[in-house]
């Protein structure tokens, strides 16, 4: 059928015998239609075959039923095999799914990739934004914020920003994660930590710290991204500087599945030389050489809550500006 023989709304109308406001109050969700005019209403739309204009729809409602996740990463990190990523989308989709909207993914690892998502987003193309992967003192959350567009943050931003967000308790998994490790009588604990522009690598780093101090223990700092090549790096720079080391917590699962790898090719054992903790709890976690001890985040749920949020915040509701989900260390046979 092409687009001049689409039913009309005014066709609906005459064959309901209703007026066209009513068949638009109807078609647009009102519930100020009695009953037995919505059911000839939707009785005459079935018959017809008639198809809202969405467009138009959002000229009236101010409504586009979409709702836009920003990931501030480059393509060839959100879609390699790091599963966060894909776990995050997962819950934001689901949510979204059940609530009948459409998820517009988009991509802001570019000074032009950040442009475009400025505009579209400003431009009113979406009902609301969750960002995730936050780096650094990124202006955008907080100016969408300003222009009333609700945002929430699958993670905490760095800085007082106003922005509601939901994170997790890094510093108390990663103080767990270290204090497992001295209970077992390690003492010559190093970490591979975050990338220092991002809360979770600065939290996590702060989780180590603090343990290692309540202990009176020197620290052993390398730096990584998060990533396998950055956790490998990291790894051979501590041996290096430290070759008396008898265990790691990486903030990351693929920086401890890398580190790992790295003990190996130095002739170190795990965990009988060097122990190892991870955070994440990433599903290939259960599957390394040795499985990984590590902390585990609900990811799913980091998604999920923020979505929420987000929905609860455009729907006109109050949502809480801070919420925080607790981890869990997971024991496995690498520590």
Do not use: W
């Amino acid at each position: 059928m092409t687009t001049a023989q689409r039913p009309t709304l005014e066709a609906v109308a005459r064959r309901a015998g209703v007026s066209r406001a009513t068949v638009s109050r109807v078609v647009n969700g009102s519930t100020t239609v009695a009953e037995p005019i919505r059911e000839a209403v939707r009785q005459a739309v079935a018959e017809l075959g008639y198809v809202p204009n969405l467009a138009a729809r959002s000229l009236v409602t101010q409504r586009t039923d979409s709702i836009a996740l920003v990931l501030p990463e480059e393509a060839t990190r959100v879609f390699s095999d790091d599963q966060v990523f894909p776990s995050i989308i997962r819950g934001v989709a689901q949510e979204l799914e059940a609530a009948d909207k459409q998820l517009v993914l988009m991509l802001a690892g570019s000074p032009a990739g950040h442009a475009r998502v400025e505009r579209y987003t400003t431009g009113r193309h979406v009902d609301g934004v969750v960002f995730a992967s936050l780096h650094g003192a990124d202006p955008l959350p907080a100016r969408l914020a300003r222009l009333g567009i609700p945002v929430v943050c699958s993670g905490r931003f760095l800085g007082d920003v106003g922005v509601p967000y939901v994170d997790v308790d890094h510093v108390g998994g990663v103080t767990r994660a270290v204090r497992h490790l001295l209970g077992s009588g390690r003492r010559r604990i190093a970490t591979i930590a975050g990338p220092q522009d991002m809360f979770a690598g600065v939290e996590r780093l702060a989780g180590y710290r603090a343990a290692l101090a309540e202990a009176g223990l020197p620290e052993r700092v390398a730096y990584g991204d998060f990533t396998r090549e950055s956790g490998a790096a990291a790894m051979r720079q501590l041996l290096d500087a430290h070759p008396d080391l008898d265990a790691v917590f990486a903030a990351s699962d693929l920086m401890a599945h890398a580190a790992m790898r790295t003990l190996r090719e130095a002739g170190r054992r795990v965990p009988a030389d060097v122990a190892m903790i991870g955070f994440d709890d990433i599903e290939t976690a259960a599957y390394t050489d040795p499985p990984l001890t590590t902390v585990r985040q609900p990811i799913l749920d980091l998604g999920r809550e923020a979505t929420r949020q987000l929905l609860r915040m455009a729907a006109g509701e109050d949502v809480e500006p801070a919420l925080v989900l607790p981890t869990e260390l997971v024991l496995r046979a690498s520590a």
